[in-house]
């Protein structure tokens, strides 16, 4: 019942990064290219400075009139994000994103980006918990532990 | 179990529309003022025609470089949307999300548009109904109905 962020969630895998300076044009073609829906902003160190998501280009460029060529990622980004640790739960996670409304926490250890995780992924892992619950209880009532 | 969309789901309530000619930038910026992701497209008799979505801006304005201003929802919106009965069932309306990978439905009946559901809306409904399963099971198991 407590599934960590890594590897129970999700696997470590390589996530796609921009610079401060790339564009949100830049932005919306990986995400559009890669099927995602945010993307991260690392530093010539690869260590994690801000995400980028749908909304942040349909807020704070389409809605505020922004060129999506000139406008950095440094301007739209959210940044510092909230982060998970890898060993982090499921249910630490969700309600992080439930307090703070975010969809998307990066997972992060030593400065190191390893993945990303969407509430999607979170909200499928709650249900096959609770899934496994009800099965559980249910061969207690039927006893099929016992090879009744 | 069987919860439907309309009144289980969600409620009835007023759905926020554009026209088909409103701009990109027209919609960004109701999405932003109110806080949602996804805007309907009604012609002038308020029957539905089409929906655009966060993801809509992002990949259809923002990354192949269109000009929001002049962009009408035509050129961008899903036309004839995939919808919702109110009493279609929160099962029925997962499936359909999951196959086409839509996160919003329209719900309409007789082509009047009653509200929109998102996929949170019906994993948080899921989630209750499978809660609901387990205490259900539970007070089977410890004989709370029972008085025991």
């Known amino acids: ?30 995400m559009k290219e890669s099927n995602i829906a ?24 389409v809605a505020d009139g922004m060129d999506p060529k000139k406008t950095p990622l440094e301007d739209i980004m959210t940044a510092d994000p909230a982060i998970l640790d890898p ?10 994103m439930r307090k703070r409304s975010f969809r998307h926490l990066p997972v992060s250890r030593d400065g190191k980006v390893l993945g990303m995780v969407s509430i999607r992924d979170l909200y499928a892992a709650v249900k096959a918990d609770l899934e496994a619950d009800i099965k559980e209880t249910e061969a207690f009532v039927f006893g099929d532990r016992y090879s009744a």
């Open 1 to 30: 019942m407590h599934r960590v962020i890594i590897p129970d969630i999700i696997e470590e895998h390589a996530v796609l990064t921009l610079k401060r300076t790339d564009s949100a044009f830049d932005a919306a073609n990986m």
């Open 38 to 61: 945010a993307v991260l902003v690392t530093d010539d160190d690869s260590k994690l400075e801000g995400i980028v998501t749908e909304r942040d280009l349909t807020r704070r460029v």
């Open 87 to 96: 060993t982090d739960s499921a249910g630490d996670a969700l309600e992080i």
